[in-house]
């Protein structure tokens, strides 16, 4: 099965439907899209380039880029999407890891690939790799996980039951980089026959998004939390009330309770949460936009703070060092098996076998389940911190501290402490002039346990951050060992 089936199914049945909208203006039919994939992977085939072969696209978000993506697999090749706004260095390292035979760096590019006669859609197994998906690197090289039509098609079906339906009149806009969770939810649309919408800036901006959303109608799209508050905030303070949304599913990182809460303000329960890594694409487990709604149920705040119910097509577990099983209440490492799982790590064997054990994938991630299946999490194992012999777990300080006014962002870490093993040090972005730390310490011991308080404050301008919004705590770690520097 190639998955780009879906594509040609929608051209023949509907080619003049709308496939591609560049911001307002309609850029693209299904016929026409389906044309344009047909002389790209011509194109490909004409440079030589056979089935399996890699092709990186490292180009910013366009309508091009879909018709890169659709090309690729047309041809029976395999993609490797690459963030952009990596550095030269990081975008070079992936390009020669996979073995790309092209890379596209910009939209124009792939007009150049094309050829002026589309080649018939190639057969594909569905285990064959379709997407070299790059890890964010946070803590080292970034490892390339192997997704086949196999993985994407039962992710697709996961968000179907799971996350959020689609009907023919949806769009689809790509706020995120495609090179990430924006891309892979482009199938959820394309089986449905929907539209897609590529903003034209090619960067998040929250002004243009609440336009877009005043245009289109039935709009959903994924978003990291920092995404999420921007885009709140925006709304807030312009009265803007979003009209065409239909769900804004979030993911990729830690939604605090405070930003959760004023996004509801700003667009009402129309947000979903969904947990999965490159290693599982988007599917490991949703909160559903009911489950969001539902604030009569008395667990209710304790389930906005979870990542949800596994979905429907996985299995997770919770489980210790030694592959046990645990109880609801006990934290141990989330594992997932199912078939949207990667089947391992491009040319990392020793990747592999660290992250699939006993036939599961080990996440890294530390949670719990609840006695009614809600999972949470706690922290990435590596980011533990343990004082005194106590787990520590670094959210759940931060989650307290971002309840001070004074307070914009908040990461913890820990330090090494020769008394307790470990301190906590709480890496603060103010709003305006820093709260007192003792300000801070009132508010720490009013919701947690002493010994989880941050023995030290450090005020800064920015959190270091990757790509992908993400907080870079290992650049932390460099900072209080004297290997790092960062704004005052």
């Given at each position: 099965?190639?998955?780009?089936?879906w594509?040609?199914?929608a051209?023949?049945?509907?080619?003049?439907?709308p496939?591609?909208?560049?911001?307002?203006?309609?850029?693209?039919?299904?016929?026409?899209?389906?044309e344009?994939?047909?002389?790209?992977?011509?194109?490909?085939?004409?440079?030589?380039?056979?089935?399996?072969?890699?092709v990186?696209?490292?180009?910013?978000?366009?309508?091009?880029?879909?018709?890169?993506?659709?090309?690729?697999?047309?041809?029976?090749?395999?993609?490797?999407?690459?963030?952009?706004?990596?550095?030269?260095?990081?975008v070079?390292?992936?390009?020669?890891?996979?073995?790309?035979v092209?890379?596209?760096?910009?939209?124009?590019?792939?007009?150049e690939?094309?050829?002026?006669?589309?080649?018939?859609?190639?057969?594909?197994?569905?285990?064959?790799?379709?997407?070299?998906?790059?890890?964010?690197?946070?803590?080292?090289?970034?490892k390339?996980?192997?997704?086949?039509?196999?993985?994407?098609?039962?992710?697709?079906?996961?968000?179907?039951?799971?996350?959020?339906?689609?009907?023919?009149?949806?769009?689809?806009?790509?706020?995120?980089?495609?090179?990430?969770?924006?891309?892979?939810?482009?199938?959820?649309?394309?089986?449905?026959?929907?539209?897609?919408?590529?903003?034209?800036?090619?960067?998040?901006?929250?002004?243009?998004?609440?336009?877009?959303?005043?245009?289109?109608?039935?709009?959903?799209?994924?978003?990291?939390?920092?995404?999420?508050?921007?885009?709140?905030?925006?709304?807030?303070?312009?009265?803007?009330?979003?009209?065409?949304?239909?769900?804004?599913?979030?993911?990729?990182?830690?939604?605090?309770a405070?930003?959760?809460?004023?996004?509801?303000?700003?667009?009402?329960?129309?947000?979903?949460?969904?947990?999965?890594?490159?290693?599982?694409?988007?599917?490991?487990?949703?909160?559903?936009?009911?489950?969001?709604?539902?604030?009569?149920?008395?667990?209710?705040?304790?389930?906005?703070?979870?990542?949800?119910?596994?979905?429907?097509?996985?299995?997770?577990?919770?489980?210790?060092?030694?592959?046990?099983?645990?109880?609801?209440?006990?934290?141990?490492?989330?594992?997932?098996?199912?078939?949207?799982?990667?089947?391992?790590?491009?040319?990392?064997?020793?990747?592999?076998?660290?992250?699939?054990?006993?036939?599961q994938?080990?996440?890294?991630?530390l949670?719990?389940f609840?006695?009614?299946?809600?999972?949470?999490?706690?922290?990435?194992?590596?980011?533990?911190?343990?004082?005194?012999?106590?787990?520590?777990?670094?959210?759940?300080?931060?989650?307290?501290?971002?309840?001070?006014?004074?307070?914009?962002?908040?990461?913890?870490?820990?330090?090494?402490?020769?008394?307790?093993?470990e301190?906590?040090?709480?890496?603060?972005?103010?709003?305006?002039?820093?709260p007192?730390?003792?300000?801070?310490?009132?508010?720490?011991?009013g919701?947690?346990?002493?010994?989880?308080?941050?023995?030290?404050?450090?005020?800064?301008?920015?959190?270091?951050?990757?790509?992908?919004?993400?907080?870079?705590?290992?650049?932390?770690?460099?900072?209080?060992?004297?290997?790092?520097?960062?704004?005052?």
């Amino acid at each position: 099965m190639n998955l780009v089936t879906w594509l040609q199914r929608a051209a023949r049945a509907a080619p003049g439907r709308p496939a591609v909208f560049h911001g307002r203006s309609p850029w693209a039919t299904y016929g026409e899209l389906a044309e344009r994939a047909g002389r790209f992977a011509a194109g490909l085939r004409a440079r030589g380039l056979g089935a399996g072969d890699r092709v990186a696209i490292a180009m910013p978000n366009s309508p091009e880029y879909l018709v890169a993506l659709y090309g690729t697999w047309w041809a029976g090749m395999a993609a490797v999407p690459i963030n952009a706004r990596l550095h030269e260095r990081e975008v070079t390292w992936i390009v020669g890891n996979s073995g790309a035979v092209l890379a596209l760096r910009s939209p124009g590019e792939v007009g150049e690939v094309e050829s002026e006669a589309a080649e018939a859609l190639r057969e594909a197994d569905p285990g064959a790799l379709a997407w070299l998906f790059y890890t964010s690197g946070t803590t080292g090289r970034p490892k390339g996980a192997m997704l086949s039509h196999r993985n994407l098609a039962q992710m697709t079906q996961g968000y179907f039951t799971d996350v959020d339906g689609v009907a023919a009149s949806g769009r689809l806009l790509h706020v995120a980089p495609l090179s990430h969770g924006s891309g892979l939810y482009n199938f959820t649309h394309l089986a449905r026959g929907a539209a897609q919408v590529v903003p034209e800036s090619d960067a998040f901006d929250a002004a243009e998004v609440l336009d877009l959303l005043a245009f289109h109608r039935d709009v959903s799209f994924f978003a990291a939390p920092t995404m999420v508050k921007r885009l709140a905030d925006a709304a807030l303070a312009k009265g803007a009330a979003a009209p065409g949304l239909q769900t804004i599913v979030y993911g990729g990182g830690p939604m605090y309770a405070a930003d959760l809460e004023r996004a509801t303000r700003a667009f009402g329960h129309r947000l979903a949460q969904i947990y999965g890594q490159g290693e599982s694409p988007m599917t490991i487990t949703a909160l559903s936009k009911a489950h969001h709604a539902d604030a009569a149920h008395p667990r209710h705040r304790e389930r906005l703070a979870s990542v949800g119910i596994p979905h429907c097509v996985v299995e997770v577990t919770v489980r210790d060092a030694d592959g046990r099983g645990l109880p609801a209440g006990e934290v141990g490492e989330v594992c997932v098996r199912g078939d949207v799982v990667m089947s391992g790590y491009w040319n990392n064997p020793e990747g592999t076998a660290a992250a699939m054990r006993r036939g599961q994938l080990w996440t890294g991630d530390l949670g719990a389940f609840d006695a009614d299946g809600f999972l949470t999490l706690k922290d990435r194992s590596k980011d533990l911190i343990v004082s005194g012999g106590s787990n520590i777990y670094p959210r759940e300080i931060e989650e307290v501290l971002l309840m001070h006014p004074g307070v914009a962002e908040a990461s913890v870490v820990g330090r090494p402490d020769p008394e307790w093993g470990e301190a906590v040090v709480a890496f603060v972005v103010a709003r305006g002039d820093p709260p007192p730390a003792d300000e801070l310490d009132r508010i720490c011991l009013g919701h947690i346990a002493r010994f989880k308080r941050p023995r030290e404050y450090r005020f800064v301008a920015q959190l270091p951050k990757n790509n992908y919004g993400k907080v870079v705590k290992a650049e932390l770690r460099a900072l209080l060992a004297g290997a790092g520097t960062m704004s005052p």
